[in-house]
């Protein structure tokens, strides 16, 4: 009785599908929607607005060569400024590592008034029972159950801020904001991501 072969095709079409499919699926799903700002500012709250930035730190239009769209913040005399961002938190972390990178314009200077901060902070990573204005050039604020971010930013050259919150509250969605204090100038934000 003659035997009949076996086809692998089917199997090894299988695991090719498989194992593709592990390489391009990243290990964590980006929280954010429209980080990379291809949408417009879709998803995005607040005060930014989508702008594009040239190479030397000055703005373009869409379509001119060599700029990339980021969030602008202007910041304004008295009161702090926001963008921010409910995102869907379908698996409940209880950890989570917020990332942007930010730049300052050339003419930022945060307010030197006290009295336009809530309280003397230093950079670093702080929780908080409150929405507090720290005395800083930018954070990361995510609640519920606040908790921040701080960082000091330099005119003219781009430095990336990075948050990583645990033992946090399990929630399905997360507000994030990314805030500017009182004062003059503008800071510019790109790539924005967050992942438990």
């Known amino acids: 009785m003659p035997s009949t072969p076996i086809s692998f095709k089917p199997l090894l079409s299988t695991g090719i599908a498989v194992i593709t499919l592990a390489l391009i699926s990243p290990l964590h799903a980006d929280y954010f929607k429209n980080g990379d700002l291809k949408e417009g500012i879709a998803g995005w709250h607040g005060d930014g607005e989508r702008v594009f930035l040239k190479a030397d730190g000055t703005e373009g239009a869409d379509g001119d060569a060599d700029v990339i769209p980021v969030i602008k913040l202007k910041l304004s005399s008295g009161q702090p400024r926001e963008v921010s961002q409910e995102i869907n938190l379908h698996d409940s972390p209880t950890t989570l590592h917020v990332k942007i990178e930010i730049f300052a314009s050339a003419d930022f200077k945060r307010s030197a008034f006290p009295q336009d901060y809530t309280k003397t902070w230093k950079t670093g990573t702080y929780y908080w029972s409150n929405i507090i204005i720290p005395s800083c050039d930018f954070w990361i604020r995510g609640g519920p159950g606040w908790f921040y971010k ?17 033992n946090l509250e399990s929630v399905q969605t997360r507000v994030i904001s990314f805030c500017v204090p009182p004062g003059s100038g503008t800071l510019y934000l790109k790539n924005a991501t967050a992942v438990p």
């Open 150 to 166: 701080l960082a000091q930013a330099t005119p003219g050259s781009w430095s990336t801020v990075e948050g990583s919150f645990d």
